[in-house]
DNA sequence: TATACTTAGTTAAACGTTTACTTAGATGGG
DNA sequence: CCCATCTAAGTAAACGTTTAACTAAGTATA
């Protein structure tokens, strides 16, 4: 039978308030000697607390959920490790979500969150949202969005980066090298991700002049069997261009692939840029030149911001707009 | 004021046990009129299940624990993938743990998810585990690991690959296509997965009759960094090699910057292989010849497994073997 | 008509903690 | 010596469920 803190009473010879007052550092009022019976007790009979019932009473589990697309996706893993990381020191724990960018998914694991009471979640949009269900609505626990952000809605905390400045960046570097045919394969363009970082890069080519490119877009899904697809697409068609600016890393790689397999040099025919600097993107050759995202950062600020909230501390800063910044490597010229 | 199953009663007008019975499908007693009435109190109310209070007296969580190295590298998403999808078809949620390969992060972890009264571990032990600690032997819960095994140690569950036979298939096929100068970087040496496969590449070269190697192993630690460092370690002591057999994809995607930056031309001048098939060894050029390990489905099983011994299922298999499979791309002649 | 059985519930204990409140005894001040 | 204060505990309610045991009313059986 499982050990409990009325064992421990019992056979210390003291009331399970003081047990309890011992084990969570309240004992102010509690004589030396008493204490340290109780711990040799507890040490004795390898006593394990059980949150689940002091949960019951404190009305904290000390477990945030963290909503995710899909850890699969080699940004998440990064941005994960950043949450838990933050989470793991003030002695809070993880629950993993993947949802696929499924909404009823998203749907359920919220519900489920909610039901083992999480403290709070830490919430990257399904690309694919674009509104709020009522059941999120109704949810009373603190939520931060990191990365990805609902168009028109508060939410209590909220961690991005500035996508459209950073791919302004990228796009303008292009055409400072000299790139001129710049074809821009995007992420789906109903998320407010995907849509700044195509604003970028229209006002980039705006500010120096370069039109018209409204052809120039490819809608993609942030997938490399997109990237790869839609560039062996750019190239048997024939079409004109002499760079890629690809809206994140995977689609890069894909037209990494697709410009092997057709014999095109990268960066001497097509100069290459991603976005989010995922680990590849230094491993692979040339290195791949792109707007770097600090995922790891993001996912530990959210942490923060988030037992912050929990905590109830004010005068917070409850809106970061994080610094892209474009790592040049070799895939531009 | 959250709306607890004693207030739907309440307005509903009958006793908290007929809710509780309607909410868990126990309403075989129930009218259904009373049932009806009740789920439209629940629904009108936004009920929402305190499942905290529910553990208290199930003494089942629905939670299991997952306890990884590092989810930041690539082979532990697709398994993670795999726990979480097994585990949510049954209604089970994922605490994910970080170990970073650090035996005392390893055991605080481990004690946190014991007092969060998870049903039951999935474990794939630090590469630095050689033992078990009392904490982890005073589990009594089921565990069972997956990928790496403990030598010496009984579990409940355990899955693994047949790495001997992965490495030495690999390294035969690559004596077969004629490489005779193959070296080994391997992981830590103190991990079973990385002795076996080194066992394997042993064999291999015994079988065919191809000696003396000894001085072929180079202990890396399943990073990309060391990968690299190695290979430029033997490009410039002017080892005479013909390929490389690694230990992980990683050690391999090192190896080959290391061999793009020195002009070194795969599969031409060196031939390689890796191990794993993470996602980028498709995508890499030229695709990464590597040994398959079916993550996804290892996780998903492991998911299975635990749910099994949690249910205390007889007769079930407690021991798997995958197969693994060679993925023969570019980067062999 | 008495008895047994069925139906549709209700009652209350239990799960393992935390915590506000109480208490018994010791100490100190006037 | 009496009252107030302090110290080191103990008491018991509360958290939100589940569930075994009970019950009251109706129905079928002999």
New interface residues.
Partial sequence: M?VTIKHIAELTGVSIATVSKVINHKDEKISHQTRDRVLEVIKEQ?Y??????S??VTKR?K?LG?MIP???N?F???L??GV??GANEMGY??????SDNDLQKEESYL??L????VDGIIFTASSRRTTMSPAFL?L?IPVVSVDREIEGLKLEGKITVDNEKGAFEAVCYLLDQGYRKIYHISGPLLSKTAKDRYAGFLRAHKEKGILPIEDHLIEGNYT?ILGYEHTIGLIENHVDFDSLFCGNDLIA??A??AL??KNIRIPEDIGIIGFDDI??AE????GLTTVRQPSYIMGYKAAEMILDLIKHKDGIQKEWVLETKLMVRGSTK
């Fill in positions: 499982k390898g394990i607390p059980n949150r689940v019932a949960s019951m589990t477990t963290l899909d850890i699969t080699p998440f893993p990064e994960a490790r838990e990381d724990t993880l629950i993993l979500c993947n519900e489920m909610q039901e083992k009471m109704r009373n490399s790689l894909g990494y692939k092997h397999e680990y590849m491993i692979v050759s040339p």
